[in-house]
């Protein structure tokens, strides 16, 4: 019985001998393995020394070179002064003086020729004389008056005036020849009652009972007080 439990123990016997055989190489190993000691790198510094020159060795000066004579110079031209040119001097022109304010003009209305009234009263004595010779019982009168624009160019400078026409009337109602028999001073004004007796419609004269042409003495006032 003890022989058959010496067998059965000898796999454990052998592991341990194999495990003290391991452990005892392992730490002979240790003792003989060394580790390597690490060595420290010396750092070098490289320092450059310049040294300067000495005084002595410093390079001596150089010797000046010797001056040149100097060259003749020629002699420069004498430029002769220019003539002095005379600066006109500007003439400074007047001012002129602040003119004077000037006064109001007042409005002149130019006094109207006068008609003279025996001048009128001949022409109209005779024509009438010329027609109670030829038989005329009625005179040639305006159908409605002979209407006269006023210039406007008159009424702004004040011209007023009478102008006394001499009026042809035709037997068919209108106006023959014109003709300024008394002047009112102003062109303007006989000019515009030439051109309204022109345009006006009359009732002729008759003589016998028959229209007959006729002349008529017509007098057209501009009075800007009227208007």
Known sequence: ??????????????????????????????????????????????????????????????????????????PEPVIPDPTPVPVPVPVSEPIPEPAAPLEPVEKTIPEPVPVEEPALQESVEQIASMQEDKGVITQAQPMSGISATYPRTSQRRGEEGTVVLSIEVLSTGKAGKV????????????????????????????QFGRHIDSKLIQPLIFDLTEK
């Not at 059965?8 to 055989?21: E, M, Q």
């Not at 010396?42 to 000066?61: D, I």
């Not at 003709?179 to 006006?200: I, N, T, Y």
């Open 1 to 74: 019985m003890q022989t058959g439990k010496t067998i059965a123990n000898l796999p454990l016997l052998i592991g341990g001998i194999l495990s003290v055989a391991i452990h005892g190489l392992a730490l002979y190993s240790n003792g003989l393995y060394t580790p390597p000691v690490p060595q420290m790198e010396t750092g070098r510094t490289v320092v450059h020394l310049t040294l300067a020159p000495s005084v002595a060795t410093q390079a001596a000066p150089p010797e000046p070179e010797p001056e040149k004579p100097p060259e003749p110079k020629e």
């Open 179 to 206: 003709e300024v028999v008394e002047s009112s001073g102003f062109r303007r004004l006989d000019d515009a009652a030439v051109h309204a007796a022109k345009k006006a419609t009359y009732a002729p004269a008759k």
